[in-house]
């Protein structure tokens, strides 16, 4: 490296792209560039890899899984200690997403067979002479691209259920985490040497661009909104299909009959952990007016005890600090308050805890996308209110409702894939549960059974068992048979509900 490299700021010399850790400009690894010729390469591999992994059946490639899930966790410190030099996030929080990665590995394996396998249908009485088959087939090779706020889980998310499924994947990582994407290759490939089923290919957005034109025949895109239009645009060109898991502006609802200090607790963590690089992290929070008070004291309390370099950690991309101060900056100019950090809280490469309150509606920090270790608390009337707050905005990823009587009723009400009662961010957690947004947040989902279904393509087959007795698809019926049908559509349907 030399003195004129920005700490954090990726930079591609003699074909390589070399990533620095953002806090201290240690490098972290240097991985070799592809150009559009090496990552047409690399699908061509993956097609013919992909043929030798579906060869080995639901059982075979189940093993294999779990036995990478294992190697996870034997090496869950080396790879949290990698992503830290990587993207400067602390190593316990690593750990926490290689939990999250294990728990959506495991899942996969153990239930792909069950979710997409080969099963009978019920027969239905007007075709009563024919059986239905539904099974769901792989469609070769996927493309995962990734981002590098969440290095690990997010490409296990869609690589395991599309490896699950029966597919080969090629994963681009982001630019600024290619070495613990490299890992994650490297680490399959010593338990699966025969074929290359997983491969990273680096580089930047073009490398990105290219693997949707490659002839991959889906693609998975974690990554940014306006990032993930491109992407779109791109695969629309050879009508390849898109899961697009974008960004959000999660919401905290906290209604009057809740724990507060739990909520606090949670509002803290869901906001600040990851330093708030958290696509499902909590940015706005709405306190019904009998609890706020107190729940704004308990979150100032427990938010100031976090310590920059320490719980919170750098911010991996540079450029996104400017964002972050121009949020603070836009929400004090507009009449919002500070009751924790604010003004100055953006000390590179680090931001220190902000609270704000009274921030108007209208704001950046309330509108868009922050990303960094910010919180708005917002008093509102009622839950009704807090709702239809909550959902005044173009997002739509996950949130959180804090309460008894009615938090379940509030969860169901939120615009959004998912939500946390009583807890934050939890939903991740859970290998069985489906992850996606809706509006600017994206669309289709990972994890869970949908996530499978997601890397999987539906195969309806029809077998006949017996002849005909209502022959309707032939031009052989007669007259006669034709009345026939209509009977038995009159006695089966006839009836008015
Ligand atoms: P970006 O959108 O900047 O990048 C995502 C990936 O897309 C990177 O690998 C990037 O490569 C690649 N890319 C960039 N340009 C193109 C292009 N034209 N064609 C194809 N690929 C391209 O997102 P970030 O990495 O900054 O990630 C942060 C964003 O991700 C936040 O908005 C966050 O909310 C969201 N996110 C969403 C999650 C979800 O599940 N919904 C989970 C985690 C994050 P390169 O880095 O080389 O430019």
């Given at each position: 490296?030399?003195?004129?490299h ?20 240690a ?34 490639r189940?093993?294999r899984?779990?036995?990478w ?22 190593v ?38 024919h ?34 499924a029966?597919?080969?994947v090629?994963?681009?990582?982001s ?27 680096h ?22 909104t ?58 706005r929070v709405y ?19 976090l ?18 101060r121009?949020?603070?900056?836009d ?5 919002g ?9 953006v ?55 804090f ?34 947004g809706?509006?600017e ?12 279904r ?25 007259p ?7 009977k ?10």
């Amino acid at each position: 490296m030399t003195a004129t490299h920005v700490p954090g700021l990726p930079v591609i010399e003699d074909g390589h792209l070399i990533s620095t850790n953002p806090a201290s400009g240690a490098e972290a690894g240097r991985v070799p560039v592809a150009d559009e010729k090496a990552v047409i390469a690399a699908v061509e591999r993956a097609r013919e890899a992909a043929l030798w992994w579906q060869s080995l059946g639901w059982d075979g490639r189940k093993t294999r899984l779990l036995r990478w899930r294992t190697l996870l966790v034997e090496r869950i410190q080396e790879l949290a200690e990698l992503a830290e030099l990587e993207s400067g996030k602390p190593v316990n929080d690593g750990i926490i997403e290689v939990t999250a990665a294990v728990e959506h590995l495991d899942w996969a394996a153990k239930n792909a067979k069950r979710v997409l396998g080969p099963r009978r249908m019920r027969t239905r009485l007007l075709l009563a002479e024919h059986v239905g088959h539904l099974e769901y087939q792989p469609y070769g090779v996927v493309g995962v691209i990734g981002p590098w706020n969440y290095p690990i889980v997010t490409p296990i998310g869609p690589i395991s259920g599309a490896l699950a499924a029966g597919n080969a994947v090629v994963f681009k990582p982001s630019e600024y985490t290619p070495v613990v994407g490299q890992w994650l290759a490297d680490t399959f490939a010593e338990i699966v040497p025969e074929h290359p089923v997983l491969q990273a290919v680096h580089g930047l957005g073009d490398v990105g661009g290219a693997l949707c034109r490659s002839g991959v025949q889906k693609v998975s895109f974690t990554g940014s909104t306006a990032t993930g239009k491109k992407v779109m645009a791109a695969c629309a060109e050879n009508l390849v299909p898109v899961v697009i898991e974008a960004g959000g502006k999660d919401a905290l609802i906290v209604d009057a009959d809740a724990d507060v200090a739990a909520a606090a607790e949670a509002a803290v963590w869901g906001s600040m952990t990851n330093a708030g690089q958290t696509c499902i992290g909590i940015e706005r929070v709405y306190a019904v007016e009998s609890v706020y008070d107190k729940f704004v004291d308990a979150v100032v309390e427990k938010a100031g005890k976090l310590r920059t370099g320490q719980e919170i950690g750098p911010i991996t991309m540079p450029k996104q600090l400017d964002i972050i101060r121009d949020h603070i900056e836009d929400a004090l100019a507009k009449g919002g308050r500070a009751v924790l950090g604010g003004a100055g809280a953006v000390q590179a490469p680090y931001v220190s805890p902000t609270v704000l309150v009274d921030v108007p509606a209208h704001s950046s920090e309330m509108r868009e996308e922050t990303f960094g270790p910010t919180l708005t608390i917002t008093k509102v009337r009622d839950a009704d209110e807090a709702v239809q707050k909550a959902n005044d905005s173009p997002y739509g990823l996950g949130g959180a409702v804090f309460g008894k009587k009615d938090a379940i009723r509030i969860a169901r009400r939120l615009r959004s894939g998912m939500v946390a009662v009583n807890g934050t961010l939890t939903f991740v957690g859970m290998g069985n549960l489906p992850f996606g947004g809706v509006g600017e947040s994206g669309f289709g989902r990972i994890h869970g059974e949908d996530g499978l279904r997601e890397f999987a393509r539906a195969k309806a087959i029809t077998v006949r068992r017996a002849r005909s007795l209502l022959p309707a698809m032939t031009f052989e019926r007669t007259p006669a048979q034709v009345q026939q049908i209509v009977k038995a559509l009159r006695l089966l349907y006839g009836r008015k509900p």
